[in-house]
């Protein structure tokens, strides 16, 4: 696929139109897909989206993560024969947000926030919120052996991120192992909500 400097749709503009086309009734990815191909072609005709297979499949595979996303969030809910229906938190978030929808918006939902942080290993209870306790998972089996400790500053560092702080908020000193190890945390949470795959 071409090196492209732009991201077409973004990851926005799949979000928003899902939900839009999901008010008027329910629809699978591929509907969604195919509409988001449709307003491309209006605004792009020669988009590499529109004629290359490599770029065609990276699109496909885009759609079905943001829909995911929406899923996890609970903006969205399947319905049954791989349709996808709107939830009346989605409609919500729809109604506040009818220009678009991205993390910011995700990350208000305690659903969406443990998903990512159980991606990087670590437990947060949907119900306690950012406050509930954070632990690094038990592993199954009749003797459960926990993994190694999650360093206390990489899980600030990571909450921070879910809780909508900037990285400017690191409370430690600059020249400090904590001041590092709480980034570290931070930009994790970060690259995982820019890339998170569900």
Not at 7 to 35: C, F, N, W, Y
Request: net charge negative; charged share 30%.
């Amino acid at each position: 696929m071409p090196f492209q400097t732009e991201v077409r749709p973004p990851s926005s503009t799949i979000m928003l139109t899902a939900l839009r086309m999901l008010v008027m009734q329910p629809a699978d990815k591929h509907r969604v897909g195919e509409r988001l191909l449709q307003d491309l072609a209006r605004i792009a005709p020669k988009a590499a989206e529109l004629c290359d297979p490599a770029a065609r499949a990276e699109f496909d595979r885009r759609v079905v993560i943001d829909l995911r996303r929406l899923l996890v969030a609970g903006l969205i809910r399947r319905v049954g024969d791989g349709l996808l229906g709107i939830t009346d938190r989605g409609r919500e978030a729809l109604k506040e947000n009818p220009e678009g929808l991205d993390d910011t918006v995700l990350m208000r939902y305690p659903e969406f926030r443990a998903h990512l942080a159980r991606r990087c290993g670590l437990v947060i209870d949907p119900a306690a919120g950012l406050d509930g306790a954070i632990e690094p998972p038990v592993e199954g089996g009749d003797a459960p052996m926990r993994k190694a400790p999650v360093v206390r500053e990489l899980q600030e560092g990571f909450i921070a991120f879910l809780d909508g702080q900037t990285a400017t908020d690191n409370p430690y000193e600059t020249d400090t192992q904590a001041f590092i190890t709480w980034e570290e945390g931070y930009w994790e949470a970060a690259g995982i909500a820019r890339n998170e795959m569900a």
